[in-house]
């Protein structure tokens, strides 16, 4: 086979994705674990997976059986649960995976009951968000009787907000839990862990907090960026003052400038709305998006760094914070938009 290199890479910052679910971990004052589907949101669920393990979190979350089988072998002393829980199509999978599912719905239950072998799962109760899980009233009727129930959760809807519905919500999960017996309980995610101890019950299960997210005021310090991506120089060229850069001329040269022209665009989920905000930078300084991203292209003003060149890396502006801000996607749609063509490595 012939190698060929991507001239895109999604650098991950394994120390800074460990800092993170250390700090979640103590702030959440209980056990974490990690959501990991969407492809650990889109930065490589092995790789979190792996360097997570090997810091000590043992419970981890995808959303369908097919994200569990990509994960297999799971590290030792782990376990993994399935969010979107078992359909019908989904039996012959969860028989032979060894993830467990979590159960949303009557049906679902039904359909594991049937299953007949004793197997643990996780429940999901719905508190209030109205998405996925058994109302409280169908599970404090005895739906879940018998069921061997190793982590029963609920989800917030509202947490990074100040919302009422958080204490709500709280509540009911605390009424539930003097009902239904489980090995353990959860509630949080990250915003959730944000909330306080309160909110922690026996594990959390962060996800965007990992990846660098800043769901609520009370991470900003603590959470570090973890996606880093780069993408190569194709050209760099002189622009006269006067000239236009790009799809609809949308840019203009105030002064003679040297624009690189860069492997990336919104093919690659590096969307339009970047454009106006977004920068990248090349050794240490700052180059501004110019005029509008392409499908496959995206151009910077060199600016000061005119010694950049054809074949050099840039490290595309990720703060996701930030960039959430200025170009109105959210913190999420940031990381799980990126696309195929990058080579997702380690920093
Ligand atoms: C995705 C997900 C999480 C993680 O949420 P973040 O907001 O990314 O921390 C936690 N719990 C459930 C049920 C989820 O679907």
Redesign the pocket.
């Known amino acids: 086979m012939i190698d060929i290199a991507s001239p895109q890479r999604l650098r991950l910052d394994s120390d800074a994705l460990v800092h993170n679910w250390c700090w979640l971990a103590r702030h959440g004052g209980a056990e974490a674990g990690a ?1 990991i ?1 969407a492809d650990g ?1 889109g930065l490589g669920a092995r790789t979190v997976m792996d360097r997570l393990a090997a810091a000590g979190c043992r419970h981890f ?1 995808v ?1 369908t059986w097919g994200e569990a089988a990509a994960l297999m072998p799971l590290p030792e002393g782990v376990t993994l649960s399935v ?1 979107h829980g078992v359909g019908a199509e989904d039996m012959v999978a969860a028989r032979m995976i060894p993830a467990r599912p ?1 159960l949303n719905s009557p049906q679902q239950v039904a359909r594991w009951r049937e299953a007949g072998e004793g197997l643990p799962c996780d429940v ?1 109760i719905d508190t209030g968000m109205n998405r ?1 899980g058994l109302r409280v009233e169908e599970a404090m009727a005895g739906a879940l009787d018998g069921l061997a129930i190793e982590t029963l ?1 609920s ?1 917030l809807a509202s ?2 907000e100040d919302s009422d519905q958080n204490g709500q919500q709280l509540a009911a999960f605390h009424a539930v839990r003097t009902q239904i017996a489980a090995r353990r309980y ?1 509630l ?6 944000c909330l306080g101890a309160d909110y922690g019950f026996d594990l959390t ?7 660098g ?1 800043i ?1 609520r005021r009370e991470a900003e310090g603590h959470i570090r960026q973890v996606a880093f991506p780069e993408a190569r120089v194709l050209q760099v060229r002189d622009v006269p003052a006067g000239e236009t850069v790009g799809y609809g001329a949308a840019w203009t040269a105030p002064r003679d400038s040297r624009i690189a022209v860069v492997n990336l665009g919104y093919a690659d989920g590096y969307l339009r709305c970047h454009a106006g905000s977004g920068g990248g930078r090349w050794n240490g300084r700052k180059l501004p998006l110019v005029g509008r991203v392409s499908m496959d292209l995206t151009a910077f003003d060199t600016r000061d760094a005119t010694e950049i060149a054809e074949g050099d890396w840039v490290t595309v502006d990720y703060d996701l914070p930030r960039e959430s801000a200025a170009c109105g996607l959210s913190q ?1 749609e940031l990381l799980t938009s990126l696309g195929a063509r990058f080579d997702r490595r380690e920093k």
């Not at 949080?188 to 862990?193: D, E, L, P, R, T």
């Not at 299960?205 to 990846?211: E, Q, T, V």
């Open positions: 959501a589907k949101y979350f959303a969010l979590v999901m996925l959760h989800h947490a990074d959860s949080a995610n990250s915003a959730g862990i299960r962060p996800g965007i907090a990992l990846y997210g769901p999420y």
